[in-house]
């Protein structure tokens, strides 16, 4: 564990109780004011805090929560301040970090299989929206209830932003995953959530022209969630097939497959489903050791 100063910004905040809640991640030294190596802390939210003590290094860091609010009756998200702060250097700029926000303690505190849709779970011919059992990959309902057997929560994470320019709507989407998941409990597979973004930054009507958070390679889509499965983002697995999967979110780990589009970056690609499937499987049981 690492030394650190730990100061409580608010008076509200009981100081005994929330340094016993931290020194099972640090080594703690409450202090009155704020210098350098200093957790500041505003209020006693619910956060993964072995996730924040894995990213304080050298850097000043500003933690944030995703928020949803409405803008003229549409649905917008940003980052908040979540009232923590590490300073490591009082005359250093901070780097922002998106947090979960949770609504209780982390009760799973297991790492997420996080799955991008089309093209991974379901053949992509470009703005899928109607559901066959036949578009469906049946490789992947083994790597789901192998995770389902080691209680590894299953995300689905889908840009979706043929909302936006007006070629199906959300309820289409929606539809599609109720039969999806009726399809794998049929197996015996469970996908344990599914978050969806129907915005684009330049298409269509208003409601949806949006940059939103939530679009992939953005990490807004993951830390809904994360609050959701009460899972923790430390070795959690990210599954794709283009280089937005490559969530801009620290601590999670990416497997790639090739073939549907063009990739950047060599490193975790998997050239054939056979592959990618052997890879998911050999992680989610090197995870058995993880707590």
Known sequence: MIDINLFLKSATLNKEDLASKLSAFFNITVVDKVTNNTLVVD?????????????????????????????RNFKRDKYVDSG?????????????????KYSSE??????????????????????????????????M????????????????????AGVARGMYTVEDVDNFHTKLLAYYSSFG???????????????????????SLLRKPNPGMHLKGLAKVSGTILNSLMVGDKESDRVNLKGISTLLLSGNYDMKNSQDICSTRQELCEKISKYLNNLLDLS
């Open 189 to 211: 597979a469970k996908v344990d959530h599914i978050e969806i973004c129907p915005f684009h930054k330049e298409k269509g009507n208003e409601e949806w022209r949006f940059d």
């Open 106 to 139: 982390i009760k799973c505190n297991r790492p997420v299989l996080f799955l991008d849709r089309d093209g991974i779970l379901n053949e992509d011919t470009g703005y899928v929206y109607k559901y066959s059992d036949s578009i469906i990959f049946k490789d």
């Open 43 to 71: 209020s006693d939210c619910f956060v993964d805090w072995e996730y924040i003590a894995s990213l304080i290094s050298n850097e000043n860091l500003n933690f944030v929560f995703l928020e949803e609010f409405s803008d």
């Open 141 to 160: 309902i083994e790597v789901i209830k192998q995770a389902n057997s080691l209680s590894i929560p299953v995300v689905i994470v889908t840009n979706q």
């Open 84 to 100: 923590i702060k590490f300073i490591n250097n009082t005359e250093s700029v901070f780097k922002t970090c998106p947090i979960a």
